[in-house]
């Protein structure tokens, strides 16, 4: 069994499981009104046991299925004959009444449902619902890059089991503009709200499919292995001798050995040039390219040990050119992940027959880390994960049945 380890900026945790069925959801007769006395004038009250508050600032985690089910949940609410129940999933209305029965493409959903009297008075709960792709469905290939989309970069994703694509949205607005081929998407991320949105993929024969949340942000993706030192940061318009950047000696020394990134912005000139030089221009690290426009920015260049001899000797490191403005300079390093093992074996689950169970000091230290499980997937009738608390009353990641869908390792925002 690998070992179950702490992320650069993260943490670990738990279990994977395979075992039968066990039944979290309870049954109402929904003909009956709960309080028989309760009157026009009484707030609502949502009485589901199975529709737990929210934890730690989590919602509940209503029970996962798979696209080919639909969503299916009856809501009791008192007093029933002067409430309306109305559902609304990613915060758009889908249905008004006690029990929802819908379809949903794959995805994580926020789910909420609301009840509201006839003088106004409501009540609402907040959930979360899983949706899974099948297997044979097309997918996104799920890394934290591919779903990480920088406003205004032309941004390339991977899927697998995809034939053709015919359109895309994002967040339910349709890109378009974009190339797919060889199973690789290519298209500019446009100009909307930062914020996590559902991808949905449209094929060729009209059916769509939910690809999961992404992240759009203004913000360039960050290698969670990767540590960026910033050695300059400003915003300088590079116009040869008239204007440019030092980097003193001193600052890089460090880094002999290492990449170093330029970070730039193309504007309108009539040519564009990039040099990297010392004080006196006698020494290059980067030669002149013209041309510039057509690379992407950052620009890396190894800083070699002859290159920091030639910076000491002759008073710094020169960034000049023409046709562009310079952002930043950094150095990108690879560092290895922090482990912090919380439990190591080797334990085939079986619900409360055989688990794993982290005490409360084990995991409190990892409060708002990533958590990550080691499993791999055994013979038995079927397989279902679940992470929960020592007395099963609230889920840390609710019930996924079809485990074996999941690769290893499976993590957790803790």
Same mark, same amino acid.
């Given at each position: ?274 040099? @990297?030089?010392?004080?006196? !221009?006698?020494? /290059?690290? %980067?030669?002149?390219? $013209? +041309? &510039?426009? *057509?690379?992407? #920015? =950052? ?87 679940? @992470?929960?608390?020592?007395? !099963?009353?609230? /889920?840390? %990641?609710?019930?996924? $049945? +079809? &485990?074996? *869908?999941?690769? #290893? =390792? ?5």
């Amino acid at each position: 069994m690998k070992t179950i380890y702490h992320n650069i900026s993260r943490a670990l945790m738990l279990l994977a499981a395979s075992a039968s069925l066990l039944g979290i959801l309870s049954s109402c007769d929904k003909e009956t009104e709960p309080y028989a006395t309760a009157a026009e004038t009484d707030s609502p009250k949502i009485l589901n046991t199975n529709l737990l508050d929210p934890k730690d600032g989590q919602p509940y985690g209503l029970p996962t299925i798979h696209r080919d089910e639909n969503f299916k949940f009856d809501v009791i609410v008192t007093p029933a004959q002067y409430t309306t129940v109305e559902w609304f999933v990613n915060g758009e209305k889908v249905f008004e009444g006690n029990s929802i029965d819908m379809a949903l493409i794959a995805g994580d959903y926020d789910v909420k449902i609301l009840a509201t009297t006839t003088k106004g008075l409501t009540t609402w709960r907040e959930c979360s619902l899983t949706v899974l792709p099948l297997d044979s469905d097309p997918t996104l290939v799920d890394n934290p890059k591919n779903r990480w989309f920088t406003i205004g970069d032309t941004k390339t994703v991977e899927f697998s089991n995809t034939p053709d694509i015919a359109k895309m949205f994002l967040g339910g607005a349709e890109i378009n503009g974009f190339t797919f081929e060889n199973g690789k998407l290519t298209f500019t991320v446009p100009q909307m709200d930062e914020g996590s949105y559902l991808l949905v993929i449209q094929t060729a024969d009209g059916t769509k499919y939910g690809c999961g949340k992404v992240t759009v942000s203004q913000e360039k993706y960050v290698d969670p292995g990767v540590q960026e030192t910033v050695l300059w940061e400003g915003a300088t318009n590079i116009n040869w001798g008239d204007s440019n950047v030092l980097i003193p000696a001193a600052a890089l020394e460090p880094f002999i050995g290492k990449e170093i990134s330029l970070h730039f912005e193309i504007f309108e000139e009539e040519y564009h040039a990039v040099r @990297v030089t010392t004080t006196d !221009w006698k020494y /290059d690290l %980067v030669g002149q390219i $013209d +041309g &510039f426009e *057509s690379y992407s #920015s =950052p620009f890396t260049f190894n800083y070699t040990a002859e290159h920091h001899q030639a910076v000491v000797e002759r008073g710094g490191m020169l960034v000049v050119g023409f046709g562009y403005r310079l952002t930043k300079v950094s150095v990108m390093e690879n560092v290895g992940p922090k482990e912090a093992t919380l439990w190591e074996g080797e334990i085939v689950t079986d619900w409360d027959n055989s688990k794993v169970l982290l005490e409360p000091s084990v995991v409190a230290p990892f409060a708002g880390k990533q958590l990550v499980v080691y499993f791999e997937i055994v013979d038995a009738e079927y397989h279902s994960f679940r @992470v929960i608390n020592d007395d !099963w009353s609230c /889920d840390i %990641v609710p019930q996924i $049945d +079809g &485990f074996e *869908s999941h690769s #290893s =390792p499976y993590v957790i925002d803790y």
